[in-house]
């Protein structure tokens, strides 16, 4: 059963400050791997989407990397500023071939001014 | 820019009642889900949806919930008899083919 972990659980840096956002995964054989930025009470914005042949996509001062052999992706934030606290999830699409999403617990980031 | 629409986005009902939660995808979407989140809990996967049929439901999709495509435009989620525990924040997505957007969910209070 595939388990999505992230870490840390919440981060406090000061702004300009780059960062990076861990997830790990259990079952390699994914499809894609999606990271989501989660507002308080909000919905999910899609940031980056990096498919299984992929090793990273970036997105602005965002670079998301993949790599499935060990289970791991990153999120760089680079530069952060305090209009990016929010809370960061990590999902991951399986093998099932219907799209499911199983998702990480997420990492709280503030930025602090 | 395209956007899945959630409505309401606050419910409160009564335990026992049921609800229906209701989603707009996006227009040329083929793939719809319904995921929940219970305060302080990672995201959990409800159930997937292709072709007009469910492809995929998780363990808490029992029958207390269903699902239905009533138009083309239109995606609900139906929970009979609500109890306590169905206090979540409900979200619809939608995707074409691999990126899936969310809505900005619904969220149920049951008392």
């Known amino acids: 059963k595939q388990e999505v972990t992230q870490i840390p659980a919440a981060l406090s840096v000061p702004e300009g400050e780059n960062l990076v956002l861990n997830c790990s995964f259990t079952?390699?054989?994914?499809?894609?791997l999606q990271w989501f930025r989660q507002d308080p009470g909000k919905g999910l914005t899609s940031l980056l989407l990096?498919?299984?042949?992929?090793r990273e996509q970036t997105s602005g001062r965002l670079n998301a990397s993949l790599d499935k052999s060990s289970g791991r992706s990153t999120l760089y934030i680079a530069a952060s500023q305090p209009g990016d606290s929010a809370t960061y999830l990590c999902?991951?699409?399986?093998?099932?071939?219907?799209?499911?999403?199983?998702f990480g617990q997420g990492t709280t980031l503030q930025v602090k001014p | 820019e395209p956007e899945v629409t959630q409505t309401p986005s606050h419910q409160v009902t009564q335990m026992g009642q049921e609800v229906i939660l209701r989603c707009v995808p996006i227009?040329?979407?083929?793939?719809f889900y319904w995921y929940r989140q219970i305060l302080g809990q990672k995201v959990e996967f409800l159930v997937s949806f292709y072709n007009n049929e469910i492809s995929e439901k998780s363990e808490i999709f029992d029958d207390q919930f269903s699902v239905e495509r009533p138009d083309g435009s239109n995606f609900t989620l139906k929970i009979r008899s609500t109890k306590l525990e169905d206090s979540a924040m409900y979200f619809c997505?939608?995707?074409?083919?691999?990126?899936?957007?969310f809505g900005q969910g619904t969220r149920l209070t049951v008392v």
């Open positions: 227009s040329n979407h083929l793939y």
């Open positions: 990096i498919q299984s042949s992929q």
């Open positions: 999902a991951v699409e399986g093998s099932s071939n219907t799209g499911k999403l199983i």
């Open positions: 997505a939608s995707r074409v083919i691999a990126e899936a957007f």
């Open positions: 079952d390699s054989a994914i499809y894609n």
